[in-house]
């Protein structure tokens, strides 16, 4: 049973570019949530997608965007990166709102240069 | 706002040893928490998920309490081993959707 699956894996970008991160749910989950995870700090909600549409917002600019699929996959985008977008990104998947708990994938590391 | 706070921030121990590590939480009124482990880089691994109806959790050389009234759980590593070192957190489900996660407790277990 495959677990959370994230690509890529790393990513360099240069400043004001933008960027798309991709994300497969574990298998019967319905619900894709994205963190980011600065070093030495937890991580962070960024958004949660459900039946297609942004369910939940944590506190980031609308320079990122999201979205979910039929499949249940999702994508992260990020606009306009600035060098503080330099992060561990991770997508959990879950399903409903997590009562039976939420699957990390193992992350995304973007380096904005 | 739910707020999570864990201690110690870091932790050294030779091998062998029991531990406990502490979280606490602002918001009793919580679904569930759950324990992960991260290694350095990497994606989180699940340890433990305890409903709010549940006292603790145990798997293998793991046990997690709650004592949700109180707002704290506590993570309880047996025998503790090299393989054990890496950061856990702790991440409280109050609904809306979101986990609040704590900074982490980084352990060291040396051989």
């Known amino acids: 049973d495959a677990g959370v699956t994230q690509s890529p894996t790393h990513l360099i970008k240069t400043r004001g570019q933008q960027v798309t991160l991709r994300c497969s749910p574990k298998?019967?989950?319905?619900?894709v949530s994205w963190y980011q995870q600065a070093l030495g700090q937890g991580p962070q909600f960024i958004f949660q997608?459900?039946?297609?549409?942004?369910?939940q917002r944590g506190n980031f600019p609308d320079r990122f965007s999201g979205h979910q699929f039929p499949n249940y996959s999702s994508e992260l985008n990020v606009n306009a990166l600035l060098l503080g977008d330099s992060a561990l990104y991770l997508c959990?998947?879950?399903?409903?709102?997590?009562?039976?708990?939420?699957?990390f994938g193992s992350g995304t590391r973007l380096t904005v240069v | 706002k739910q707020e999570v706070t864990q201690i110690p921030a870091a932790l050294s121990v030779p091998e062998g040893e029991n531990l406990v590590l502490n979280c606490s939480f602002t918001d009793s009124a919580i679904y569930n928490l759950q324990w992960f482990r991260q290694d350095p880089g990497k994606g989180l691994t699940s340890l433990l998920l305890i409903q709010s109806s549940q006292r603790e959790q145990t798997s293998g050389r793991l046990n997690a309490s709650l004592d949700k009234s109180s707002g704290r759980s506590t993570l309880y590593i047996a025998a503790s081993q090299p393989g054990d070192s890496a950061t856990y957190l702790c991440?409280?489900?109050?609904?809306?959707?979101?986990?609040?996660f704590g900074k982490g407790t980084m352990l060291l277990v040396s051989p």
């Open positions: 991440a409280v489900n109050s609904g809306y959707s979101t986990l609040t």
């Open positions: 997608y459900y039946e297609e549409e942004e369910r």
């Open positions: 298998s019967g989950h319905d619900t």
């Open positions: 959990a998947s879950s399903f409903w709102e997590g009562t039976d708990g939420y699957t």
